[in-house]
């Protein structure tokens, strides 16, 4: 049981990082004039909220009795770069791409894992989200390293990738809710067999 809620609430946490990597791309393209320094501030403050957030919901959910779960140290490590962001604003908008692209790696290896995670369950397109997830790293690697020259196009290639990365991740996460559905539907008639099998035993004692 612990388990299905660890991976619903990494699902959940996901989509609402895709949400918030869609929301913000398209701000920052429709909206040239805003200022990097005023992305950092605002991406600041999410990140201090999202680890209060983090922090609290490992108290108030028991996260400490499984110990795969690491959501207080990740909830740590959200407030240190909020604070970072939100106090060293103009540090931080020097290397705002080198962050978003660094975020859409970070994604790609979460993608690389669930497609491993699919393999081992047996879903039939697998493969896809593995090959999505190369198109990530590829994304993420040429936003990171490619001498792009000319800055404006280097924003707008960033701000493209981390949209076509929200929109895989939301495709990734339905093949593995879609896998888990697949297993646990395989497991009930295994069950209710077993089931039939101790109640005819029952009888013929």
Known sequence: ???????????VMLL?????????????????????????????MILLAMGAVSIIWYFLK???LDS???????????????CFALFRGEMGAAVILQILAFCILLDSLLKLQYSMNLL????????????????????GMAALNYPFGDETFHAKFTYISLILDAVINAIVVLFQKLAQKQVEKSLIPAGLQK????????ETK
């Open 1 to 11: 049981m612990m388990r299905k809620m660890t991976a619903v609430n990494t699902r």
């Open 16 to 44: 609402c990082i895709s949400a918030a990597y869609i929301v913000l791309s398209l701000v920052l393209l429709c909206n040239s004039k805003i200022s990097m320094q005023n992305v950092c501030s605002v991406l600041g």
């Open 62 to 64: 028991k996260e400490y």
């Open 68 to 82: 795969s779960r690491f959501g207080f140290a990740i909830g740590v490590g959200e407030g240190m770069l909020g």
């Open 120 to 139: 081992q369950m047996k879903f039939r397109f697998w493969w896809v989200a593995l090959l999505l997830s190369f198109v990530t790293i590829g994304l």
């Open 195 to 202: 089931e039939d099998n101790d109640f005819t035993e029952d």
